[in-house]
């Protein structure tokens, strides 16, 4: 039996032209069921104010609660909005925070000229699930 999967809707961020979108994936494991809990409301803080953050064109947030797992699929205007959104305090905030609720995490990231979602999340997942990758 395959264990439940929650989906976040797709969150669109800020409209901004984009000859390249920028994707960046994300899966990370909790040390325990009471930990992948404690995160859901936190990723839906996070997913609430997704628009907010400059250079970022949407999100999409699932969890396997059952497995302890989370996933984050993000895409960007830029690499340079990435890395700015991976360095700025709310974000080092909150990794702070659940660092130590992790038995892993591992992120993965790429450019493309169009969007899919069924379609990045397929590559996502893929990349995510191989070792090695950080």
Not at 30 to 36: N, S
Not at 103 to 131: E, H, M, Y
Request: proline share 8%; hydrophobic share 45%; with cysteine.
């Amino acid at each position: 039996m395959k264990s439940p999967e929650l989906r976040f809707p797709w969150r669109a961020g800020t409209p901004a032209p984009a000859l390249v979108l920028h994707v960046s994936a994300a899966s990370f494991t909790f040390a325990t069921y009471r930990d992948a809990i404690l995160a859901a409301p936190r990723a839906a803080l996070f997913w609430a104010r997704w628009p907010g953050v400059p250079g970022a064109l949407g999100l999409s947030l699932r969890f396997q609660p059952l497995l302890r797992r989370a996933w984050m699929l993000s895409v960007w205007t830029s690499a340079t909005s990435l890395d700015e959104f991976v360095d700025s305090p709310s974000q080092r905030l909150v990794m702070a925070a659940f660092r130590p609720r992790l038995n892993g995490s591992q992120t993965v990231s790429w450019q493309t000229s169009s969007f899919d979602i069924d379609a990045c999340w397929r590559q996502a997942k893929a990349a995510l699930s191989t070792p090695g990758t950080t």
